[in-house]
């Protein structure tokens, strides 16, 4: 086990009914004025908006409010925020919604507390040195956010999609009802599935090194998705299998199923200069192409992981005279299961084509300014090459 730091400081309240209690907790803290941040709408259909409204009105908390967080947010609606919460001395940003909206609401609490260009922290090129404390309100269960350290925005002028992490991107409460997720679609919530399952995945097969513990923490987030994955894809109204998901999702990115091992997530930068370019895929529908083009690519850099990962979590039988055999087996099921859920297998489901590899290998390697580090290099022309793969 490598040597590690973990902090996961945000404080979770998980459970039927959770959100009512937000203005106590907001209350509770002390904070005075509140920027509620949302996405497109989906809040005010399923009526927690006003449950939520009416929660800090009861507890008398003034807020204002931006909606309008799109799928892959993007930087000028932070750059609004931004503007609004200095305006009106916001001190503290609650975010309603999924990873999208809480994207948005987490470099708008960055960039409200420093004097630059907040698309300076995602491009790596500045530290932030302060933040506006962040609660979240999950409503889909995926990406991790509602405790993570990373926050991803698209750049629209530059069709670039770029996170960046910082211990100032944790929230410092997030509200875990999965009960708000009842209504998130069948292909969002594959999309969710997906995602938790790579953020687990891409942590457990990368480097060599032994961490039994992680292993095994990693092997329950997977196991446990797939069998509740496939429970709320027949019935979306099922508390535990949602509530499983949810806090699968939470465990998958908070850092604690990489613990003690060296890790790069590939997929997901492959995936990002995708979602990027295209904001019509959704990030884990993205995911769910590139992982197995990725993995048929990179399994015999790593075959001992690659059927570790299939017998532990596929249960596929190892086949010791040819280890390929059940590397590749694990690969398959995990691809089946994506399609299975409902999920794309190739760029062309997205009349994405060869046209646009040069430009994403070219974006993901910062035109040449970086290799992506893993069992081996991933340069331009190995980007290219899973790129074809996934066609
Ligand atoms: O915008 P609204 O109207 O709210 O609708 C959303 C959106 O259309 C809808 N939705 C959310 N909750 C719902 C609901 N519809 C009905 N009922 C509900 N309860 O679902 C759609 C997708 O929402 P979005 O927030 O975009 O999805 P997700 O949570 O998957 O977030 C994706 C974004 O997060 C980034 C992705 O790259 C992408 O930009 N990621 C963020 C990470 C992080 N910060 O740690 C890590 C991830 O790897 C990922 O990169
Ligand atoms: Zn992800």
Known sequence: MKNFEFHSPTKIFFGRETQKQVGEIIRGYG???????????????????????NALNESKIDFIELG???PNPTLNLVKEGIGLCRKENVDIVLVVGGGSA???GKLIAVGAANDCDPWLFSMGKKTPKSALPIGTILTLSATG??????AVITNEE????????????????SILNPELTFTVSPYQTACGIVDIIMHTLERYITMKGNAEVTDRIAEAVLKSTIQAGKVAMENPQDYE????????????????TGLGRDYYMVCHQIEHEISGMFEEVAHGAGLA?????WAKYAYKYNMERFCQYAVRVWNCEMDYSNPENTAIAGIEATAKYFKEIGMPSSLSEFSITEDSFEEMAEKCTNYGERILPGLIEYGKKEIIDILNLCK
Not at 241 to 256: F, I, P
């Open 158 to 173: 530059l069709k670039l999609k770029r996170g960046y992490n910082s211990e100032f991107n944790r929230p410092l409460f």
């Open 145 to 150: 956010s509602e405790t993570s350290a990373s």
């Open 289 to 293: 192409v590139v992982f197995p083009a």
């Open 102 to 104: 809480i994207d948005s």
């Open 31 to 53: 904070f005075k004025k509140v920027l509620l941040h949302y996405g497109k709408g989906s809040i005010k259909k399923i009526g927690l908006y006003d449950e939520v409204t």
């Open 241 to 256: 299998a949602r509530a499983t998901l949810m806090w699968a999702g939470t465990l998958s990115h908070n850092g604690l």
């Open 68 to 70: 309008g967080a799109q």
